[in-house]
């Protein structure tokens, strides 16, 4: 059994930042990507950022030019830094973790941005 273990998350006010954290209890193999994702009460899951085994990064419109995705691929470890943080962030962010044919998530971590 392996599961992806999150962290980061918390209560803090707009234009305050965070950093969350996901990586596997046990080593996985052949990672093709690892991305973040997140939804809010009331709205369809979405993808806010990813990151590709050739360090291709994609995100969300809303998040551009605050987020960064990196990794740290001897603990197959994803970061999301999160900047300038807006009340519209408000959601559970999940980790994501791709293999040719299986997919990982992770349990969610509360993300609120509230004055």
């Known amino acids: 059994q392996v599961q992806l273990v999150e962290s980061g998350g918390g209560l803090v006010q707009p234009g305050d930042s965070l950093r969350l954290s996901c990586a596997p209890s046990?080593?996985?193999?052949?990672?093709?990507?690892m991305a973040w994702y997140r939804q809010a009460p009331g709205k369809e899951r979405e993808l806010v950022a990813a990151?590709?085994?050739?360090?291709?990064?994609n995100y969300a419109d809303s998040v551009k030019g605050r987020f960064t995705i990196s990794r740290e691929d001897a603990k197959n470890t994803v970061y999301l830094q999160m900047n300038n943080l807006r009340p519209e962030d408000t959601a559970v962010y999940y980790c994501?973790?791709?293999?040719?044919?299986?997919?990982?998530w992770g349990q969610g971590t509360q993300v609120t941005v509230s004055s």
């Open positions: 994501n973790l791709r293999q040719s044919i299986i997919t990982y």
């Open positions: 990151i590709s085994g050739g360090d291709t990064t």
């Open positions: 046990k080593r996985i193999f052949s990672i093709r990507s």
